[in-house]
């Protein structure tokens, strides 16, 4: 039954483009008279035909854009069907002329068709664990198939969500971790605190509306603090550092544009924050703490615009930059993103491998992409403050463990890419298993910034 997934996602779009299609038509071929058809029953019998003329002639077109694309030996092997597979010129019209009889049933058909597939999937897994052979009421079946992977989680942490929040300096969320050979959704811990890491069970349990009793696997994680990864030392690197606190130092983040097209630089607040600065607003009225320098030449390369930090940023704009002394040698380690992707649980689930730069090593270093969306605390200034930072991506040196942190101190500020050369997320703090970044594409909406290459000289 699988099998049909690729055939019914491909109609359910195509029957989408096709209706699209078919409107345009209808709104600039239909006679005027037709379109006002009402209770004239001989006009809307002429409309009548005339809507199912337009409908197969949008679903020809459509067909036959599809078949140019099956052309593509790998996009057709990768719809996996053998219809989609045979390319022998008689078969050609006749699969046309079938994918045309099938848009003809609409989006609204094969949407229901996907609703079904899906919940088959559902059901099946179900049966093959043997989960819901004990049940003796059909509700109860019906809450087990719809009740399943990071919903079930969700729902157990806000059963147990009382006890949960007694756990002394212990973040938790929704993660997924390899049990048993598999990516499995999970709770995860993550926590710099033993006692309260011996108190988190295996398994938690939930216990639905219907008096099931569920078991949701956990993770504990316990690590070193989460710290800031400024440097308190001088490094050799590429790095930046206030003019008023040159030993405080980090990773030049990257360079966009802001919406009039102008260069700023981006890295962390904490970076760039001197002590007499608040955190939830820079604030230097005699800019006195507004000047940036290179480390590598201890000139002024921008001033600060912009600096916070709340829940979700750590986060500091510098403009007034020099861009040509940046780009040619005052950083070499500075990063131009050329383009901007959110992390969606799917880069968690995958592993998505990424890459940075920082000052605290001359070559690029990966890791790859655990969680999207975790909230940990973190310890700044080097002191016991510390500060929950919320919606933060998690990653370390390789998909599974031994987990270990590939950032070191020095290295906020760097900025992650997928292999893609997408820019997803900024350095902000690491313990020793896992580093933490602030996601890219929320930075970028934030403060309404761009690539530099989209504008125009």
């Known amino acids: 039954m699988e099998e049909f997934y690729p055939l019914a996602i491909s109609l359910f779009l195509l029957s989408q483009i096709s209706e699209r299609i078919a409107n345009i038509i209808k709104l600039y071929l239909l006679d005027n008279e037709l379109l006002v058809a009402r209770n004239n029953p001989l006009l809307e019998t002429k409309k009548e035909k005339k809507v199912i003329i337009h409908s197969v002639i949008s679903g020809f077109l459509v067909a036959i854009l599809f078949e140019g694309m099956l052309q593509d030996t790998e996009f057709s092997n990768g719809l996996g069907l053998q219809l989609f597979k045979n390319n022998e010129w008689w078969f050609v019209p006749i699969r046309v002329l079938f994918m045309t009889l099938l848009l003809g049933f609409g989006s609204k058909f094969w949407h229901d068709i996907l609703d079904l597939l899906f919940y088959y999937k559902k059901v099946k897994k179900s049966l093959a664990n043997g989960e819901i052979f004990h049940y003796d009421e059909v509700k109860l079946i019906e809450e087990h198939v719809e009740l399943h992977g990071s919903q079930l989680v969700t729902q157990c942490m806000k059963q147990n969500k009382a006890w949960l929040d007694t756990l002394e300096g212990v973040n938790y969320g929704l993660g997924y971790e390899e049990i ?251 313990d020793d298993f896992f580093g933490y970044a602030i996601p890219f594409y929320d930075i970028v909406s934030h403060f309404n910034l761009k690539p530099l290459s989209q504008c125009t000289a």
């Open 180 to 430: 048993d050979g598999k990516i499995t959704d999970t709770i995860v811990f993550y926590t710099d605190n033993p006692t309260s890491a011996s108190k988190i069970p295996k398994e938690l349990t939930y216990r639905s509306q219907g008096g099931v009793l569920y078991r949701v696997p956990t993770k504990v994680h316990c690590t070193g603090p989460a710290k800031t990864q400024e440097a308190h030392i001088t490094k050799a690197g590429e790095s930046i550092s206030n003019k008023e606190n040159p030993d405080n130092k980090g990773t030049f983040g990257c360079i966009m544009a802001d919406h009039d097209c102008k260069p700023v630089l981006l890295t962390c607040y904490h970076v760039v924050k001197t002590k007499n600065q608040k955190w939830e607003k820079f604030e230097d009225a005699n800019g006195k703490y507004s000047h940036i320098i290179s480390s590598q030449s201890n000139k002024v390369i921008g001033q600060i615009r912009e600096g916070f930090r709340n829940y979700r940023y750590d986060i500091s704009l510098v403009d007034q930059i020099d861009l040509n002394a940046v780009i040619n040698g005052e950083s070499n380690g500075v990063a131009i993103p050329e383009a901007v992707r959110k992390l969606t649980d799917e880069d968690a689930k995958q592993r998505t491998k990424v890459y940075f730069s920082g000052m605290t090593k001359s070559y690029e270093r990966s890791g790859h992409i655990l969680n999207v969306d975790f909230a940990r605390r973190i310890y700044y200034d080097g002191s016991n403050t510390t500060f929950t930072l919320f919606g933060l991506i998690v990653f370390s040196n390789q998909p599974q463990e031994p987990y270990k942190n590939p950032s070191n101190q020095g290295d906020s500020g760097a900025i992650l890419y997928t292999y893609e050369h997408e820019a997803v997320g900024m350095i902000v703090a690491g």
